[in-house]
T-cell receptor
Framework: DAKTTQPPSMDCAEGRAANLPCNHSTISGNEYVYWYRQIHSQGPQYIIHGLKNNETNEMASLIITEDRKSSTLILPHATLRDTAVYYCIPGNYGQNFVFGPGTRLSVLP | GAGVSQSPSNKVTEKGKDVELRCDPISGHTALYWYRQSLGQGLEFLIYFQGNSAPDKSGLPSDRFSAERTGGSVSTLTIQRTQQEDSAVYLC?????????????FGPGTRLTVT
């Protein structure tokens, strides 16, 4: 399984953009980068995924470097409800997703 | 549409008893996964189903754990002779090979407490 490195914690002011980095230097050529978050006591919530192009949806934007060895999840206007642990996971259909320790994002009022 | 559902939401059982946990995946999703999360820990993979077959059972921690899936839909995770270390939140996820390209959608989990 590809290994990921994420900062253990980050703070972000409410209303500001939160930029969460992830290194996945051993990602395989056919693996996507998936981002999830987990709010206390809830199941993981899917946010976004991409292969090599940048992606945007109603929740977030995903920037993937050209060499695919790292990516950044961007929450454009963080709210208090975005406080959660965020995980980046290289993977594909039919693979078990390996959830590392993730980044604990605290959005501060 | 309906998401992944799991039942029961909470289960308290005595050490040594058997328990069954149920997962209803999103309709039409061919892949189903079981994970568990102990208090303060990350997710631990247990088993993966493709249709009714389980090509990857590598995460089952012991032979007390088993799972089945019928009709390509509902799955049941059974833990026999429960132990206190089995206490955790058991999470189920499903995914489709279609346009969604493999993202897994998780249910709310079953919190199992073994006393």
């Amino acid at each position: 399984d590809a290994k990921t490195t994420q900062p253990p914690s980050m703070d972000c002011a409410e209303g500001r953009a939160a930029n969460l980095p992830c290194n996945h230097s051993t990602i395989s050529g056919n693996e996507y980068v998936y981002w999830y978050r987990q709010i206390h006591s809830q199941g993981p919530q899917y946010i976004i995924h991409g292969l090599k192009n940048n992606e945007t949806n109603e929740m977030a934007s995903l920037i993937i470097t050209e060499d695919r060895k790292s990516s950044t999840l961007i929450l454009p206007h963080a709210t208090l409800r975005d406080t959660a642990v965020y995980y980046c996971i290289p993977g594909n259909y039919g693979q078990n997703f390996v959830f590392g320790p993730g980044t604990r994002l605290s959005v501060l009022p | 549409g309906a998401g992944v559902s799991q039942s029961p939401s909470n289960k308290v059982t005595e050490k040594g008893k058997d328990v069954e946990l149920r997962c209803d995946p999103i309709s039409g999703h061919t892949a189903l996964y079981w994970y568990r999360q102990s208090l303060g820990q990350g997710l631990e993979f247990l088993i993966y189903f493709q249709g009714n077959s389980a090509p990857d059972k590598s995460g089952l921690p012991s032979d007390r754990f088993s799972a089945e899936r019928t009709g390509g839909s509902v799955s049941t995770l059974t833990i026999q002779r429960t132990q206190q270390e089995d206490s955790a939140v058991y999470l189920c996820a499903s995914s489709s090979r279609g346009a969604g390209l493999g993202e897994q959608y998780f249910g709310p989990g079953t919190r199992l407490t073994v006393t």
